[in-house]
T-cell receptor, first 113, second 117 residues
């Protein structure tokens, strides 16, 4: 029972580099989310998706892009990495129902130097 | 926009004792959900307990219970018989009951709970 799987777990980027954070869920969830967690802070929503082919911005979308070509996968792309993007990134997913409990991945720790 | 405030950056409790973590929120909605998530050093976010705003009865899950005061917009978490494994960051989160919001969560800044012997 994998749940929500994020890769990689850790990554160091140089300023200006690009990368994709991978997120996959095997629970057939409709909704998927990307959050970032800065030191000593709560999670802030970057982007979310309510289904394949549908994405929307969250609270802090600048500098990121997402796509949702399948129900299972929701990758997050950083095009031109900046030090301000140093953070821990969490992917989550949930059913579209009244319970709507979000299940989280283990996170990706990203440092931009 | 909704906001969630956790005014206690750190708390400490002795093993087997009881501790209460505070959370207040601001919303103009009447239908919503509230959650407490636990984040141990492993970073994994774990759901501890949830509360539907339309329910007057406070939610309980084993040693964890909440005190939900809707009029005061307060949602505190009580941990009874604290154990070493309870040491973690605890986040309070809000979710609108409006289905058009895609069930997004708004988090507080967290409370770090330390459990001592």
């Amino acid at each position: 029972n994998a749940g929500v799987t994020q890769t990689p777990k850790f990554r160091i980027l140089k300023i200006g580099q690009s990368m994709t954070l991978q997120c996959a869920q095997d629970m057939n969830h409709n909704y998927m989310y990307w959050y970032r967690q800065d030191p000593g802070m709560g999670l802030k929503l970057i982007y979310y998706s309510v289904g394949a082919g549908i994405t929307d911005k969250g609270e802090v979308p600048n500098g990121y892009n997402v796509s949702r070509s399948t129900t299972e996968d929701f990758p997050l792309r950083l095009e031109l990495a900046a030090p301000s993007q140093t953070s821990v990134y969490f992917c989550a997913s949930s059913y579209r129902d009244t319970q709507n409990i979000q299940y989280f991945g283990a996170g990706t720790r990203l440092s931009v130097l | 926009a909704q906001t969630v405030t956790q005014s206690q950056p750190e708390m400490s409790v002795q093993e087997a004792e009881t501790v209460t973590l505070s959370c207040t929120y601001d919303t103009s909605e009447s239908d919503y959900y509230l959650f407490w998530y636990k984040q141990p050093p492993s970073r994994q976010m774990i759901l501890v307990i949830r509360q539907e705003a339309y329910k007057q009865q406070n939610a309980t899950e084993n040693r964890f219970s909440v005190n939900f005061q809707k009029a005061a917009k307060s949602f505190s978490l009580k941990i009874s018989d604290s154990q070493l494994g309870d040491a973690a960051m605890y986040f309070c989160a809000y979710r609108s009951g409006n289905t058009g919001t895609a069930s997004k969560l708004t988090f507080g800044t967290g409370t770090r709970l330390q459990v001592t012997l």
